[in-house]
């Protein structure tokens, strides 16, 4: 059993940043590949982020690449996501999910475990 819990979530304005955590509780962290989801009543829940157990790969989705970098710190049981620039498009409630899987994958209906959500609010 793995608790997740999303912090560091606010209100920004545009093209400020802001990092998000994501701290595990429970056994083999490093075992389990970390996403960041979210979501918006509009799009619903949809893929941010992803990064393999030893950090070695990551992937993410096309409208948050080259602003948006997930990391993981394995020894602290913890997951970022880095977000720069921040648009009002990327106003949403961000989750961090768990896989225990050694790729990284974009559906909702794979991941094993989910945090609470954060929310994010970009003003223009």
């Known amino acids: 059993q793995v608790q997740l819990a999303e912090s560091g979530g606010g209100l920004v304005q545009a093209g400020e940043s802001l990092r998000l955590s994501c701290t595990a509780s429970g056994r083999s962290f490093s075992s389990y590949t970390m996403s960041w989801f979210r979501q918006t009543p509009r799009e619903g829940r949809v893929f941010v982020a992803g990064i393999n157990w030893n950090g070695g790969t990551t992937l993410y989705a096309d409208s948050v690449k080259g602003r948006f970098t997930v990391s993981r710190d394995n020894a602290k049981n913890t997951v970022y996501l880095q977000m720069s620039s921040l648009k009002p498009e990327d106003t949403a409630v961000y989750f961090c999910?768990?896989?225990?899987?050694?790729?990284?994958?974009?559906?909702?209906?794979?991941?094993?475990?989910w945090g609470q959500g954060t929310q994010v609010t970009v003003s223009s």
């Open positions: 999910a768990a896989l225990l899987s050694v790729v990284i994958v974009r559906g909702t209906d794979d991941y094993d475990y």
